[in-house]
């Protein structure tokens, strides 16, 4: 199924957007009415997006089929990695080791291997060195078209079937022994991970079966951060990594807010409040959020550039002295992007 540039272009958009209208659409494509139109419509018997009505206009998004129940309530705030950047993700030797190790101890000959958001592959690729089947699901239609040639290419290729769609909307004839699901991300709160493996437990995957991940550890940090710019205060939320400057001053140590087990189904939310003790005295306005990978027992990963790197969140800013109690809330819906999450210390 190919997808000429415009049909591209507006699909991304639509994923990385959804809902959006077609107004917008025109804007951030920059493409005519009648273009849109006919973009809409082919995506639409595609069946790769879908539309609701709301208020009088109508909102598309990415498409599924209309037996699933309260789709139209899906959100999809997900971050779109788009091919260009999955280079980046294969480069970083934190995330891929870790994941291989996690494989190499986990599946075993004869293993039925499901790899939801496989994006460039690779983890379908070493699943399938001893797996004895491999379905790999990829939402992005380039990706997947592009990820098609190099399973195709690979020595274990005729064990790969590889599905541009929707996780959540999977029907398979044969459950599997193992999930790997790399729907990352620090908190879990910009992509699906809790709702495709929620669907994954119910649907895709044998009672005894193993997720890969196997668990995900998130915790609360009381900074300072260095939110300074030519004399100016830009209080944004950001992630650390190679290009960003690291030079916060920690007044405590991380707190557990989160510990999610993939092997059963999980909340569609975080509403916690969380005791930091002080340990050092100063000015705070923001919390960092640093998330631990459990892949398998043995195998745990903390963060790095394209796994996982420390989130800060801007607070209102305090004072604190050595030894105090300071508590934080923190809420959030799972997958639904930083904008919704609710953080207040105190």
């Not at 998004?61 to 294969?90: A, C, M, T």
């Not at 790399?182 to 992509?191: A, P, Q, V």
């Not at 140590?253 to 509403?271: G, K």
């Amino acid at each position: 199924m190919g997808l000429d540039g415009l049909d591209y272009k507006v699909l991304k958009e639509i994923i990385s957007n959804s809902p959006v209208t077609k107004k917008e659409l025109i804007r951030k494509v920059s493409a005519g009415d009648v273009e849109i139109d006919r973009s809409l419509r082919d995506l639409a018997q595609k069946k790769l997006i879908d539309s609701f009505i709301k208020n009088g206009v109508e909102l598309f998004f990415v498409g599924s089929p209309p037996s699933r129940s309260g789709i139209k309530n899906r959100v999809f705030n997900g971050p779109n990695i788009p091919l260009i950047q999955q280079f980046d993700l294969l480069c970083d030797e934190n995330r891929m080791k870790s994941f291989f190790e996690a494989i190499d101890r986990v599946v075993k000959p004869g293993d039925v291997v499901l790899d939801l958001g496989s994006g460039s592959g690779i983890l379908s690729m070493l699943a399938a060195r001893k797996a004895r089947k491999v379905t790999a699901v990829e939402l992005d239609p380039q990706i997947a078209e592009t990820s098609r040639i190099f399973m195709k290419n690979s020595d274990y290729g005729d064990k790969i079937t590889l599905l541009n769609a929707d996780a959540r909307d999977l029907k398979l004839n044969e459950k599997a022994d193992v999930v790997i699901c790399e729907m990352l991300d620090t908190g879990l709160i910009e992509e699906s991970q809790v709702e495709v493996m929620n669907y994954a437990v119910e649907n895709l995957a044998k009672k005894d079966f193993i997720p890969i991940p196997l668990k995900a550890k998130s915790h609360l940090q009381l900074i300072q951060a260095n939110f300074s710019f030519y004399g100016e205060v830009i209080s944004l939320p950001y992630f650390e990594d190679n290009n960003t400057r690291e030079n916060y001053d920690a007044l405590s140590d991380p707190v557990e807010y989160d510990n999610i087990d993939f092997r059963s189904l999980n909340n569609a939310s975080v509403d916690k409040e969380v005791s930091m003790h002080v340990n050092k005295s100063g000015n705070y306005n923001a919390v960092r959020i640093t998330t631990v990978i459990e892949l398998t027992e043995g195998v745990n990963v903390h963060g790095s550039p394209w796994l996982n790197p420390p989130l800060i969140i801007p607070v209102r800013p305090g004072v604190t002295e050595a030894d105090n109690t300071i508590k934080a809330r923190i809420a959030f819906n799972y997958g639904q992007g930083v904008e919704r999450l609710k953080m207040e210390v105190a």
